[in-house]
């Protein structure tokens, strides 16, 4: 094994110094770690809408404790159209940011059980 690498560097032409300095150099490259960086929180609270519809959002959401947009979007066609129901639309065709209230609220819920799961029955033998 070690003739073989010796055939090499001195069929490659290089000298030892030179082989053994790219040597160290090739792992040097290869046991360097990672940079650990602790960054700041950041809250992405700019989605794009206008700062008085997103300020009609927030109204909304706070007027109806904080109820679902989805669930919203979902009841609007079986409500009568008045004024409350024609900014609930105007206000749901933009993008919503998250409600922190909201956040903080669904994190200290456990998440519900999707339902009965069938389980295999033992066998009586």
Same mark, same amino acid.
């Given at each position: &094994?070690?003739?073989?690498? *010796?055939?090499?560097? *001195? %069929?490659? /032409? $290089?000298?030892?110094?030179? #082989?053994?300095?790219?040597?160290?150099?090739?792992?040097? @490259?290869?046991?360097?770690? =990672? $940079?650990?960086?602790?960054? =700041?929180?950041?809250?992405?609270? !700019? %989605?794009?809408?206008?700062?008085?519809?997103?300020?009609?959002?927030?109204?909304?959401?706070? &007027?109806? /404790?904080?109820? /679902? *947009?989805?669930?919203? @979007? !979902?009841?609007? +066609?079986?409500?009568?159209?008045? !004024?409350?129901?024609? #900014?609930?639309?105007?206000?749901?065709?933009? +993008? $919503?940011?998250?409600?922190?209230?909201?956040?903080?609220?669904?994190? @200290?819920?456990?998440?519900?059980? +999707?339902?009965? %799961?069938?389980? =295999?029955?033992?066998?009586? /033998?």
């Amino acid at each position: &094994m070690l003739q073989l690498c *010796w055939a090499r560097v *001195w %069929t490659a /032409g $290089i000298s030892d110094e030179r #082989y053994f300095k790219e040597q160290q150099g090739n792992s040097k @490259k290869q046991s360097r770690k =990672p $940079i650990k960086m602790r960054l =700041p929180a950041v809250r992405l609270v !700019d %989605t794009g809408v206008p700062e008085e519809v997103a300020q009609l959002q927030n109204y909304l959401h706070e &007027m109806q /404790g904080n109820f /679902g *947009w989805g669930s919203i @979007k !979902d009841a609007l +066609p079986y409500l009568v159209d008045e !004024d409350l129901v024609k #900014y609930l639309k105007k206000v749901t065709s933009f +993008p $919503i940011a998250a409600c922190s209230d909201c956040i903080e609220g669904k994190s @200290k819920c456990e998440p519900l059980s +999707p339902g009965k %799961t069938d389980r =295999p029955r033992a066998i009586a /033998g």
